[in-house]
């Protein structure tokens, strides 16, 4: 898999469309990750970065589970901890996107689960990835 920069025009409607949201990420940074056969099989968007208090939001999805390798994880979190500075990168889920939950708490992030932020009868996870979290994590390494 390979992470590509750029390509807002192609990664937000990717992303919005996969996650069955809105595609208003206003002014953000996309990465693309192509398969052997320079298809998008996943994408991410950076926004609502908030540099004064180093915090930014990530979004992502992918058609493909294997899109998540060690160099693509290494380029999104190099961009925000490195890049960007940040201290702190969340994210926002659904409570039953367990694909999510599990590759985010496999290298360190924390979850809180927050009723009705979905909807009157659904809840909205919200997770939450230190810098110092990211570091340690073995994901991390080499």
């Known amino acids: 898999m390979t992470p590509v920069w750029g390509g807002r025009e192609h990664v937000v409607p990717f992303v919005a469309g996969c996650a069955g949201i809105r595609p208003d990420f206003g002014n953000c940074r ?3 990750v192509l398969d052997r056969e320079n298809r998008m099989v996943a994408g991410i968007v950076f926004h609502d970065w908030s540099p004064e208090h180093g915090v930014i939001e990530i979004s992502a999805a992918a058609i493909d589970r294997r899109w998540a390798t060690r160099g693509v994880l290494k380029a999104a979190f190099g961009y925000v901890f490195g890049t960007c500075g940040c ?52 994901l991390n390494e080499g």
């Open 87 to 138: 201290q702190l990168a969340v994210a926002r889920t659904a409570v039953d996107n367990r694909a999510a939950r599990r590759l985010w708490t496999a290298f360190g992030a924390r979850e809180y689960i927050i009723p009705r932020l979905r909807g009157r009868d659904v809840s909205e996870v919200i997770i939450t990835l230190t810098q110092e979290d990211w570091a340690a994590s073995r």
């Open 30 to 32: 996309t990465m693309a």
